[in-house]
């Protein structure tokens, strides 16, 4: 064995070492004990247990919670970077409840850290305030991209988690999520123009027929989104037929037209203002794109205006007829 992998050897082991040192004097302990003596504060019903996962950046290895720390225990998944930095990379809380006082407090613990970036809160009976409460909470913290929300009820407000933020993993599996609601969810993904939200998982709930409509419409608009899980649904082939129609080539109708050149002109509006705002020169194609973008979409607007407009004086046309008709009789 050559001198330089002794060496390298010895250094990884004194790198062990003090990565299990740094496990007992880290300086989180402190806000990990704050965090459960407030805990203590709000909850009643229950001891809560809070239990630290330390994953080693270095050799990229994680200890795994044990079957009992996975259900009764909220999990805090702590990122050792190198000896001298630690930072919080995930939360797990399964199967506790946590609504009111109880999110309040969990809200305001992950708000301290800007190296969050995955929520896990399976089975946590969140309700319609908590969702809101999330919902802020992602708007203001842009580094938390991974959210699972699966085994709470469905709420109303779902889709104000999809809604001015940098989310882009969404799992809401076993949320009784129908038609109606599904139709709710995906409404601000058909007028999403910033590539944002990548991947929805919302298998396992009660989406039907009207459902995998309402999922081909947007599919027909929205050309972001990477992945779609509707596994375990309640979808027929006739809906699975509608979902896939609208993943193959197709000519878009009038009204998808003017949607899309809405979208693309938003985007560039925003491109535009991040130029200037930087201070550097905008290139004459944004310039063209903005124009183009703009006249095209006023034009298509205009067309729909007037074939509604002439559809109606038919109407109008046809209404006077019979009553003149009818007069005569």
Not at 204 to 219: D, F, P, T, V, W
Request: aromatic share 8%; glycine share 4%; charged share 25%.
């Amino acid at each position: 064995m050559s001198s330089s992998s002794t060496v390298k050897n010895k250094v990884a082991s004194k790198e062990k070492v003090s990565l299990a040192k740094l496990a007992k004097y880290n300086p989180l302990n402190n806000d990990m004990q704050l965090f459960r003596a407030s805990l203590w504060e709000v909850i009643k019903d229950y001891e809560p247990k809070l239990k630290a996962l330390y994953q080693d950046a270095i050799s990229s290895k994680t200890r795994l919670p044990r079957d009992d720390e996975r259900c009764y225990c909220p999990v805090i998944i702590l990122l050792l970077e190198s000896v001298h930095k630690q930072v919080i990379k995930a939360i797990n809380w399964k199967n506790f409840p946590m609504s009111g006082e109880v999110f309040l407090t969990f809200i305001s613990f992950c708000e301290k850290y800007n190296t969050l970036n995955t929520l896990r809160l399976e089975d946590s009976c969140l309700q319609e305030d908590d969702i809101t409460l999330l919902a802020i909470f992602l708007r203001s913290n842009s580094n938390v991209t991974d959210l699972n929300l699966s085994g709470n009820s469905y709420q109303k407000n779902f889709n104000s988690l999809i809604i001015d933020n940098k989310l882009k993993y969404l799992t809401l599996k076993f949320c009784g999520i129908n038609d109606e609601g599904i139709a709710q969810l995906i409404k601000p993904l058909k007028n999403a123009f910033q590539p944002v939200l990548l991947h929805l998982n919302v298998s396992h709930n009660n989406i039907g027929e009207k459902g995998a409509e309402q999922i081909a419409a947007m599919l027909r608009v929205n050309r972001i989104l990477i992945s779609l899980n509707l596994g375990c649904n309640k979808i027929t082939d006739l809906g699975a037929k509608k979902i896939l129609s609208s993943l193959q080539s197709f000519r878009l109708n009038q009204e998808e037209i003017s949607k899309r050149r809405k979208i693309y002109y938003q985007y560039y509006i925003i491109k535009f203002k991040e130029l200037k705002e930087s201070g550097l020169s905008v290139s004459p194609s944004v310039e063209t794109k903005l124009l183009t973008t703009k006249t095209s979409s006023t034009s298509t607007m205009k067309l729909l205006k007037g074939q509604r407009s002439s559809k109606s004086k038919q109407r109008r046309k046809l209404s006077r007829s019979a009553t003149s008709l009818s007069e005569c009789e």
